[in-house]
């Protein structure tokens, strides 16, 4: 089946650096990924909608300067927390939209197994 | 916009029981799909069943299936046989199938799955 992975599964970084956390395809092509922010014990938040070569859709109350997202391949979507506090603390999911499923009609998002952040 | 209900935050099961989480959603969209994924311990999303709303039949995949009922906007998950591996929170997921409409998956707040032996 398809993959998705991300990197890195965990990461603790200090008050005030920038972390950035990769979200790739390993075996098909996806021109849309999204990115969710999901806290303990509760359910996945949509974050963005990243579109491979044009800019991210936000959802309301992201702030798309704090949540840097790039998608600059079909295979690879960043996301960026800049100057981290410790709200930025949370568990990142992302997914991955397989585009040949996507143009013979059918529909299947992939998840990755996610990033674990820690802000200190 | 879309809304999915999830009214059960926890849910157990004896071993080899059957188990059915419920799940209502909101829409005003004829044409859309509803999932059901699985989030074990190790927090990767599982999908478990998917089911098109133009379809009439339930979809079924081995020990699971649900009983979609378009009208009531409603979608529960059955799940037979139940196995210690089925302990997991367990998420309803709504996404438009509409050319111009949200492509984005809209989650429930979860159900979390206890299976006692």
């Known amino acids: 089946g398809a993959v998705v992975s991300q990197h890195p599964s965990r990461v603790i970084c200090k008050s005030g650096t920038s972390v950035k956390i990769e979200c790739r395809s390993l075996?098909?092509?996806?021109?849309?990924m999204f990115w969710y922010r999901q806290f303990p014990k509760k359910s996945l938040m949509l974050m963005a909608t990243?579109?491979?070569?044009?800019?991210?859709?936000?959802e309301q109350g992201v702030e798309k300067d704090k949540f840097l997202i790039n998608h600059a391949s079909l295979t690879l979507s960043t996301l960026t927390v800049t100057s981290a506090h410790p709200e930025d603390s949370s568990f990142y999911i992302c997914?991955?939209?397989?585009?040949?499923?996507?143009?013979?009609?059918?529909?299947?998002?992939?998840f990755g197994p996610g990033t674990r952040l820690l802000v200190l | 916009a879309q809304t999915v209900t999830q009214s059960q935050p926890e849910m157990s099961v004896q071993e080899a029981e059957t188990v059915t989480l419920s799940c209502t959603y909101d829409?005003?969209?004829?044409?859309?799909?509803l999932f059901w994924y699985k989030q074990p311990p190790s927090r990767q999303m599982i999908l478990v069943i998917r089911?098109?709303?133009?379809?009439?039949q339930n979809a079924t995949e081995n020990r699971f299936s649900v009983n979609f009922q378009k009208a009531a906007k409603s979608f529960s998950l059955k799940i037979s046989d139940s196995q210690l591996g089925d302990a997991a929170m367990y998420f309803c997921?709504?996404?438009?199938?509409?050319?111009?409409?949200?492509?984005?998956?809209?989650f429930g707040q979860g159900t979390r799955l206890t299976i006692n032996p």
């Open positions: 829409t005003s969209e004829s044409d859309y799909y």
């Open positions: 997921a709504y996404r438009s199938r509409a050319v111009q409409g949200a492509q984005k998956l809209v």
């Open positions: 089911q098109e709303a133009y379809k009439q």
């Open positions: 990243s579109n491979e070569g044009s800019k991210a859709t936000y």
């Open positions: 997914s991955a939209r397989d585009l040949s499923l996507l143009l013979a009609g059918g529909e299947t998002q992939y």
């Open positions: 075996d098909f092509q996806a021109t849309t």
